[in-house]
């Protein structure tokens, strides 16, 4: 299976913990992007990726949010001092360059934190 | 402000019937893709189509149909002779050209697709 992969599915912590989400995309799309989903709501957007270099991150929810692409393959996504509003399924997906096509998205990471 | 609208939260049709998803957007910008995604149950959101600003044609797939109309800054989503396997929500999305390439998604139409 080539498509988007993220670990793990599924993540349970306590408030105020720090947890860290990992996405492999697409080995050929250069373009990964993170979004957020509570229920009842559409996808999100938090930040994007081209190569290593971050885009855009001016929409990451708030200073406990951060994200890396260090080699411009995997990335992670870190959310520091859990609240209980973090709780959400968060999304991987990506693409390849240029003018916006289609995102390939991963099957995700439901966090619960209590 | 909401930049893709789908006024329809839930829709409910009895198998073989068409039904119709509304999606509206809103931007400045002259160019900007439109696209549908489908999140069955299992949660994977899955690509659709999309569509460019400069591109008007309707598009047909198989039992799915298209029609974006500019003027009213709609993208509305037809399936024909509806089946249970299209239960499922469908998202709207919009990406605009100027802001970077962001996606922007609707708050998605849930069909259920009755036998």
């Known amino acids: 299976d080539t498509g988007v992969s993220q670990n793990p599915r599924h993540k349970i912590t306590k408030r105020g913990q720090n947890v860290t989400f990992r996405c492999d995309p697409i080995s050929e799309h250069n373009r990964l992007y993170w979004y957020r989903q509570t229920l009842g709501q559409g996808p999100e957007f938090l930040t994007y990726?081209?190569?290593?270099?971050?885009?855009?991150k001016s929409r990451l929810l708030s200073d406990r949010f951060s994200a890396e692409r260090p080699k411009g393959s995997f990335s992670t996504l870190e959310i520091q001092r859990t609240e209980q509003g973090d709780s959400a399924m968060y999304l991987c997906a990506s693409t390849t360059p240029g003018i916006p096509r289609e995102q390939y998205f991963g099957p995700g990471t439901r966090l619960t934190v209590t | 402000a909401q930049k893709v609208t789908q006024a329809q939260t839930e829709i409910s049709v009895v198998e073989k019937e068409d039904v119709t998803l509304d999606c509206v957007y809103e931007?400045?910008?002259?160019?900007?893709?439109l696209f549908w995604y489908k999140q069955p149950p299992s949660g994977e959101l899955v690509f659709l189509i999309r569509r460019n600003s400069f591109d008007e044609q309707n598009e047909i797939s198989g039992r799915y149909s298209w029609n974006f109309q500019k003027s009213t800054s709609s993208f509305n989503f037809t399936i024909t002779a509806s089946q249970v396997v299209d239960s499922a929500v469908y998202f709207c999305a919009l990406s605009e050209a100027g802001t970077g390439n962001q996606f922007y998604f609707g708050t998605g139409t849930s069909l259920t697709v009755i036998p």
């Open positions: 990726f081209q190569n290593e270099a971050q885009l855009e």
């Open positions: 931007t400045r910008d002259t160019t900007y893709y």
